[in-house]
């Protein structure tokens, strides 16, 4: 069974930069996707990006708009959301998922890390 645990999120001003991470606790690393997702206040979870473990692949939501890099480290077994150029609307709870495979729904995700608090203050 995998485990999910993130690390990083926090404060941070308009147009600053934060590093989130997530920990991949589990006997088996490649052949599966990684996402970030997030959810604001009184809005919908939302996809963020997603890299496949094996291939690098990767995919963003359309708001991300360069401003955020996913990356993996295979023999850490770590995952990271590089995000750059913040500002306020990326204020959110940020969750790492598992999927099987690369996917932007966040329905095929089956295992979720704890989540991270982001701020983006202005």
């Known amino acids: 069974q995998v485990q999910l645990v993130q690390s990083g999120g926090g404060l941070v001003q308009s147009g600053g930069s934060l590093r989130l991470s997530c920990a991949v606790i589990?006997?088996?690393?490649?052949?599966?996707?990684m996402g970030w997702f997030r959810q604001a206040p009184g809005k919908e979870r939302e996809f963020v990006a997603t890299i496949h473990l094996s291939t690098g692949g990767t995919r963003y939501a359309d708001f991300v708009n360069g401003r955020f890099t996913i990356s993996r480290d295979s023999i850490k077994k770590m995952v990271y959301l590089q995000m750059d150029s913040l500002t306020p609307e990326d204020t959110a709870d940020y969750y790492c998922?598992?999927?099987?495979?690369?996917?932007?729904?966040?329905?095929?995700?089956?295992?979720w890390g704890q989540g991270s608090q982001v701020t983006v203050s202005s």
């Open positions: 998922a598992r999927s099987p495979f690369l996917s932007v729904q966040s329905e095929h995700y089956n295992n």
């Open positions: 589990g006997p088996t690393w490649s052949n599966y996707a």
